[in-house]
C-alpha cells in the first residue's frame, strides 16, 4: 500500500520497527541469560552485533525511503520543495552535464531552474542508500537530504562508527574479536534509542511538513 498520509507512514514505521524490537528483544534475553558456556555465550554476542547493526541499517533505510515515498504522494511542484528535495530531485540533470563536461549541457538545466519550477516535481524511488555501511558520515548525509536534524547523532560517532559498524565488519569478515555482555547490553541500549529518535523525527517532518519550502 502506497503512503499517502502521515498516519500512513506511522503505520509503516511503527509496525517496521516493533518486530525489529521483538527479535532484538529476544537476542538480548539470550546473551543475558547466566547459564551458558562461555564459548556459546561469545557466539551469542558476535551474532547479537550483526543483528543489532542489521536492524539499525534496515530500519534507518526504510524509514528514510517511507518518507520519501509521503513527499512524492504530495505530488508538488518543484518551487514548493524545501531546498533539500529540490536538491534531490536536481541530482541526475546536474550528473548528466558535468560527466559529459560540455558546458552546452547546462543550458537546459539553467532553463529548467528560470522557467520550469511551476511543473510538479519528480522525485526518484528508493534512492536513500546506507551503502551497507551505514556509518555517521552516511546517516548524516541522509538527514541531509531528508530535511531532519542531525545534531541528535552527533554525540554518537565514536559509537556508530566503531561501537557498531566497526565491531559487525569485523565478525562479519569472519576475525576474532571479543566483545562482552556488558558491551552489548550498553550499545543494544543506544540503538534502541536512536531507532526510537529516527522514528520520531521522521513523523515529526511529515506532520510539520518540513518538505515544503514554506515549512516553519
Known amino acids: 500500500m502506497s503512503i499517502r498520509t502521515a498516519e500512513q507512514l506511522s503505520d509503516r514505521l511503527a509496525t517496521d520497527l516493533a518486530w525489529r524490537k521483538k527479535e532484538l528483544s529476544e537476542m538480548k534475553s539470550l546473551i543475558e541469560a547466566k547459564n551458558v558456556s562461555d564459548q556459546r555465550h561469545k557466539a551469542l554476542v558476535r551474532s547479537g552485533v550483526c543483528i543489532l547493526?542489521?536492524?539499525?541499517?534496515?530500519?534507518?533505510?526504510?524509514?528514510a525511503n517511507s518518507y520519501l515515498e509521503y513527499v512524492i504522494s504530495k505530488k508538488l511542484t518543484y518551487q514548493e520543495l524545501s531546498s533539500n528535495f529540490l536538491a534531490l530531485a536536481?541530482?541526475?540533470?546536474?550528473?548528466?552535464?558535468k560527466e559529459t563536461h560540455k558546458p552546452s549541457l547546462y543550458i537546459p538545466v539553467c532553463e529548467f531552474?528560470?522557467?520550469?519550477?511551476?511543473?510538479?516535481?519528480?522525485?526518484?524511488?528508493?534512492?536513500?542508500?546506507?551503502?551497507?555501511?551505514?556509518?555517521?558520515?552516511?546517516l548524516k548525509e541522509i538527514t541531509y537530504i531528508l530535511g531532519i536534524d542531525f545534531s541528535i547523532y552527533s554525540t554518537k560517532s565514536v559509537l556508530i562508527d566503531t561501537k557498531l559498524l566497526k565491531t559487525r565488519?569485523?565478525?562479519?569478515?569472519?576475525?576474532?574479536?571479543?566483545?562482552?555482555?556488558?558491551?552489548?547490553?550498553?550499545?543494544?541500549?543506544?540503538?534502541?534509542?536512536?531507532l526510537d529518535i529516527f522514528r520520531t523525527e521522521i513523523e515529526n517532518a511529515?506532520?510539520?511538513?518540513k518538505f515544503r519550502r514554506d515549512s516553519p
Open 53 to 63: 547493526y542489521s536492524h539499525w541499517e534496515g530500519f534507518v533505510k526504510l524509514a
Open 206 to 209: 511529515a506532520i510539520q511538513e
Open 90 to 97: 536536481m541530482k541526475e540533470k546536474l550528473k548528466e552535464a
Open 169 to 194: 565488519n569485523e565478525i562479519a569478515h569472519g576475525n576474532y574479536l571479543v566483545f562482552d555482555r556488558e558491551e552489548y547490553l550498553e550499545l543494544h541500549r543506544e540503538i534502541i534509542g536512536m
Open 113 to 138: 531552474f528560470i522557467s520550469q519550477l511551476n511543473q510538479r516535481c519528480i522525485l526518484p524511488k528508493d534512492v536513500i542508500s546506507t551503502a551497507s555501511n551505514l556509518s555517521s558520515e552516511i
